[in-house]
């Protein structure tokens, strides 16, 4: 069975950090590409992050670049989002999905991808 189990979302202070974790089984991990994607009550699905599992080549949305940072442990099936100077407008429920390929350029499309996690809410307060 596939599984995505995202954790690691609260509520933090605007300028704070956080760091959430999505944990993968199921599939063969080395095979997919992961992304993190983000979405706020009214707004549509945004995708903000995501990394190749095969060589861990990174991609980031313009709004999250120099402040996000993902990265993978394929030992342990595990991609990780360390969000850094966070603002109020980015809570949201986050969500990571994996597809069978790489990121390429059409990365941040949502139907791109094959399997979701539940999502963790991360709230910033101002």
């Known amino acids: 069975e596939v599984q995505l189990v995202e954790s690691g979302g609260g509520l933090v202070q605007a300028g704070g950090s956080l760091r959430l974790s999505c944990a993968a089984s199921?599939?063969?991990?080395?095979?997919?590409?992961i992304g993190w994607f983000r979405q706020a009550p009214g707004k549509e699905r945004e995708g903000i992050s995501c990394i190749s599992s095969s060589d861990g080549n990174t991609y980031y949305a313009l709004s999250v670049k120099g402040r996000f940072t993902i990265s993978g442990n394929n030992a342990k099936n595990t991609v990780y989002l360390q969000m850094n100077s966070l603002k109020p407008e980015e809570t949201a429920v986050y969500y990571c999905?994996?597809?069978?390929?790489?990121?390429?350029?059409?990365?941040?499309?949502?139907?791109?991808?094959?399997?979701w996690g539940q999502g963790t809410q991360v709230t910033v307060s101002s």
């Open positions: 199921g599939f063969h991990f080395d095979d997919y590409a």
């Open positions: 999905a994996a597809y069978r390929s790489f990121c390429g350029a059409a990365w941040g499309g949502s139907r791109l991808y094959d399997y």
